[in-house]
């Protein structure tokens, strides 16, 4: 099917990625999630299933393939109550921006995964956190992103699809995530 939506939340400025204090000066920060999030919404205009994608960020990011939802600063799971009520509660998927090789066959599986079983979840891949939301159907869901996140979304919907695909389950929380990132973009140009 060709109706899923697509919702991107996104931080901006110098609140971009605050866990990676340690590791990145402010701007380097900004730069790092600006482009990771323009590499995942990339990825998203180019899956068949995906016929609308939405940016919600505080401000909009012109030259990206969305739509803006405006980020009234309220939080994200609000943000995303907010969001999902004004797109009508149509086939939804939320995905973090910080998938660095987040490809479309990943996206593809979880939709198809939700549109088999109603709704699935990506975890990262500690399996506690949650890093995509599906939701085929139009029944009541609470978000509830933040660490350790998966628990409370599963226990919303204990029948919903678990998609465990490496892509999907790498996001960049922390120093050592991007230490890891650095070195598989090192081992990659080595070879």
Not at 10 to 17: F, I, R, T
Not at 24 to 44: G, I, K
Not at 77 to 92: I, K, T, V
Not at 101 to 127: I, M, W, Y
Request: charged letters at 25%.
């Amino acid at each position: 099917m060709t109706d899923w939506a697509a919702l991107v939340p996104l931080k901006q400025g110098v609140e971009s990625k605050s866990r990676l204090r340690e590791a990145l000066e402010p701007a380097e920060r900004m730069a790092l999630a600006s482009a990771m999030a323009a590499r995942v919404m990339t990825c998203l205009s180019n899956v068949n299933a995906i016929n609308s994608l939405y940016l919600l960020a505080p401000t909009e990011v012109s030259e990206w393939p969305s739509h803006w939802l405006p980020d009234s600063g309220r939080g994200l799971n609000p943000e995303l109550e907010s969001a999902r009520a004004q797109l009508g509660n149509r086939p939804l998927l939320v995905i973090h921006a910080d998938l660095p090789h987040l490809t479309v066959q990943d996206v593809q599986a979880l939709l198809t995964a939700a549109d088999d079983r109603g709704c699935a979840f990506a975890p990262d891949r500690h399996g506690r956190g949650t890093n995509a939301v599906a939701l085929r159907d139009a029944n009541p869901f609470r978000f509830a992103f933040g660490r350790d996140s998966l628990t409370p979304h599963r226990q919303q919907r204990p029948g919903a699809a678990i998609v465990e695909r490496a892509a999907l389950g790498f996001d960049i929380d922390t120093p050592a995530d991007l230490a890891e990132l650095h070195d598989m973009c090192a081992a990659r140009l080595k070879s």
